[in-house]
């Protein structure tokens, strides 16, 4: 009986030692969500807090931007993971310790208020020092890290030594077995190194941010674009081509139908060969002139009619006389 009493208590001991790492301290929190976004709780939406030893991913396309009491901001583009590793606040609106772990993606970190050395980046190649600055980072699926300074200075030290940022773009490439290169100014063919055409995308263009934080960009690797030359659009200049060869067609159909229109020879008769009953006054309005009597018409040949009956009967009128006077002579001369 007392046993499992006993057992009780202890179980209850467990709940209460963990139930602080449960509602562990909010440090900071979102400001800006794209996409999918998680935490340890679950999916991370605008103004929800991050906590301390709170791991944060994103997905493939997602985008977070956090802000931390101190005025930290952390921006952590797509495919990324990275862990709030220590957080010692004060009363003084300040940092004693601000340790992420960075496993891999890409991020732009920009110092807030607290003192310079307060701040620690760890990578899988070594560890980055801030100098009150602002600097992108990039940490590839093998460990490799790019570091590239925006503001101030900053240092990366790994097993092969220690680099110094001290200009504006300065970069540098290190390995986790320890081989770094030389601080230089980036240039597109850093992606060629990185084996990766998506890392750095806020140096690119191809993640933006929102506020002050995504107003230090640059470097000149805006005309890379990557992202772009991944799409599988068309170019636009393809969907016009068939316009142009259409208006070319369009008039030659026309050309090709004129020789099978229909010859039109009525239209070059005369028109006294056209129906007359579409002319029916005519006859009216040409009577009594002889000069038309080849046209058939009915109203001159009854005037040419009259004409030569008024010249037969003359012609009968002066036979018949000739007959009458002959007779006559004839008669005188039986008289006599």
């Known amino acids: 009986m007392w046993g499992r009493r006993s057992l009780l208590q202890a179980l209850c001991l467990v709940i209460a030692g963990a139930q602080p790492a449960l509602t562990a301290e909010a440090v ?45 901001k952390l921006a952590v583009g797509w495919g990324s993971s990275v862990v709030i590793d220590k957080y010692v606040f004060d009363d003084s609106q300040s940092v004693k310790k601000l340790t992420i772990r960075a496993a891999k993606g890409t991020f732009r970190w920009v110092s807030g208020s607290s003192n310079s050395s307060a701040y620690q980046i ?15 980072f990039y940490v590839g699926p093998d460990g490799t890290t790019a570091v590239v300074l925006l503001n101030g200075a900053a240092r990366f030290c790994g097993p092969g030594g220690c680099r110094q940022l001290q200009q504006r773009c300065d970069c540098v490439v290190a390995k986790p077995n320890g081989n770094m290169s030389a601080a230089r100014r980036v240039d597109p063919s850093i992606l060629d190194t990185l084996g990766n055409p998506r890392a750095l995308p806020f140096l690119s263009g191809n993640q933006r941010l929102a506020g002050g934080i995504g107003m230090l960009g640059g470097c000149n690797m805006a005309s890379v674009a990557p992202e772009r030359k991944d799409r599988t659009r068309p170019p636009p200049a393809v969907a ?8 070319p067609q369009r ?20 028109h006294h060969d056209r129906p007359h009953h579409d002319e029916p006054d005519r006859p009216d309005k040409h009577e009594g002139h002889g000069r038309h009597d080849d046209d058939g018409k009915p109203g001159n040949h009854g005037e040419d009619h009259r004409d030569h009956d008024r010249d037969h009967s003359g012609h009968r009128d002066h036979d018949h006389d000739n007959d009458w006077n002959h007779d006559r002579g004839r008669n005188f001369n039986r008289g006599r």
Do not use: M
């Open 240 to 247: 016009p081509a068939p316009q142009r060869q259409d208006p």
């Open 122 to 136: 760890l990578t899988p190649a070594g560890t980055i020092g801030v100098r009150g600055t602002a600097f992108d």
């Open 28 to 72: 900071g929190q979102a400001v800006v969500i794209k996409t999918e976004v998680t935490g340890q709780s679950g999916p991370i939406e605008v103004d929800t807090s991050v906590h301390r030893n709170e791991r944060i991913k994103t997905s493939p396309s997602g985008l977070g931007q956090f802000l931390f009491r101190d005025g930290t």
């Open 251 to 270: 008039q030659a159909e026309p050309q090709k139908e004129r020789p099978n229109k229909p010859d039109k020879p009525h239209h070059d008769k005369p």
